[in-house]
């Protein structure tokens, strides 16, 4: 099961990992690394998730 906050979908493909590139080919790349490890960090610091998303297998 993923959690997933509002805003989170731009992390995340739709099987929950993260996108380690980003979605605008002009986007900087390191911006975008920054802020995905950033989103990874909210993740570990266990941040109280708006809503939950449970993929069937």
């Known amino acids: 099961m993923s959690i ?3 805003g ?5 493909y739709s099987d929950g990992s993260h ?3 980003p979605p ?5 790349q390191a911006v975008w690394d920054e802020q ?3 989103h990874k ?6 941040e109280r998730p708006k ?3 449970q993929r069937l297998v």
């Open 4 to 6: 997933l906050r509002p």
């Open 8 to 12: 989170d979908e731009k992390f995340h």
């Open 19 to 21: 996108k380690w590139i």
């Open 24 to 28: 605008d080919p002009d986007y900087d």
């Open 36 to 38: 995905v490890r950033q």
């Open 41 to 46: 960090h909210g993740h570990l610091r266990n």
């Open 51 to 53: 809503v939950r998303i």
